[in-house]
């Protein structure tokens, strides 16, 4: 993926995990996220809030996923 093609992906994927409730893109879009925010400071802080609310999603996968993303933080 060029830097472009992720920087406009990266775009998307903010949005659904701020936006979307459906369980599969929340919890695939988390992990992508999650990865790319390892080497990037400005993704991690903004990604943490989201994981600390998903945290407390009444779906046990989508709260399990955001607290054990968090762990790592």
Avoid: C, Y
């Avoid at 919890?27 to 790319?36: D, K, S, V």
């Amino acid at each position: 993926m060029t830097s472009v093609q992720k920087a406009a992906a990266q775009k998307i994927m903010q949005r659904n995990l701020a936006e979307h409730a459906d369980w599969i893109a929340l919890n695939n879009t988390m992990e992508t996220l999650f990865a790319w925010s390892r080497q990037d400071a400005g993704l991690a802080a903004w990604l943490r809030p989201h994981l600390e609310r998903l945290a407390g999603d009444t779906r046990k996968s989508v709260a399990r996923r955001a607290a054990k993303r968090l762990e790592v933080f």
